[in-house]
């Protein structure tokens, strides 16, 4: 497969390894991916795992353990406890050496039968209606929140702190030669809380987030994901990004993070 191609997808099969292209690249580490990047290759581990259609995935925590390498990674998903109402899950991405960078734990339930009003959903501004992202380019090459993702702001920016308003989509394929799916695509969008929403100065501080969870209500419809984020650091404590998540449709989520801030 030539480079042309490979850097038409995030992630390029190779046995039965999964690849990075450059579009996988994060903002931390010219050699690490983005969290949104292994969330959704995990993802799509997760919807594959076989099981009763009945049961939905409601949640998915990620444990980001170490930066995920722009190389292969050997990808694994399971049931550990099979339910008739609910199943736990369990899924794992590793290096080609054995080492373990990312962890999660998925919850499927039945879905429910119950009957009730709707709440009242927020009307959100379409992404049409939204200002292209101000993220800067790389220096060194392609990366997953320019060229991977297309991210357009309803209110707030990457470089202006406080709360912030932003619609996403995939640009290109997670991977080659696959139409993503809702989830996945919920899952690389759901973990730019913390970097839409950044409250200290991305030149004075990194602000990582070693785990991520999602909340699905229920699958989204659509290429569009949009975050209505803030992010809270008290002194002294812990610091927290949290998203609502939405289709055009109206919500479909949350997605919480726990963020490790400091100096540069």
């Known amino acids: ?34 969290g949104g990047a292994p969330a959704a290759l995990l993802m799509r581990a997760f919807e594959n795992v076989p099981g009763d259609p009945e049961l939905l995935i409601s949640r998915v925590t990620y444990e980001l353990l170490r930066p995920a390498p722009l190389d292969e990674l050997e990808v694994s998903a399971e049931v ?33 039968e119950v009957h009730v009003v709707p709440e009242e959903t927020l009307e959100l501004p379409g992404p049409e209606q939204g200002r292209p992202s101000d993220f800067a380019s790389a220096e060194h090459g392609s990366m997953f929140a320019v060229d991977a993702m297309e991210i357009r702001f309803l209110e707030g920016a990457f ?75 008290n002194p002294g404590g812990v610091a927290i990004s949290d998203s609502a998540l939405y289709d055009q449709r109206g919500r479909v989520g949350r997605a919480m993070q726990s963020l490790l801030v400091a100096r540069r």
Not at 188 to 212: E, K, R, Y
């Open 159 to 233: 470089y202006a702190p406080g709360p912030a308003t932003a619609w996403f989509r995939l640009r290109q394929p997670l991977v080659a030669g696959e139409e993503p799916s809702p989830l996945q695509r919920l899952a690389a969008a759901g973990d730019f809380g913390n970097g839409i929403s950044a409250v200290v100065t991305w030149q004075g501080h990194v602000f990582i987030n070693p785990d991520l969870t999602l909340y699905v209500e229920r699958e989204p419809v659509g290429e569009w994901i949009c975050l209505r984020s803030v992010t809270r650091i």
């Open 80 to 112: 550990v406890h099979p339910g008739r109402r609910a199943q736990r899950l369990e899924g794992s991405l590793r290096t080609k050496s054995g080492a373990e960078v990312v962890r999660a734990q998925a919850l499927r339930v039945r879905r429910a």
């Open 1 to 34: 497969m030539s480079e042309t191609a490979m850097s038409d997808a995030v992630f390029v099969r190779s046995g039965q390894r999964f690849r990075p292209t450059d579009l996988a690249r994060g903002p931390w580490d010219a050699n690490a991916q983005h």
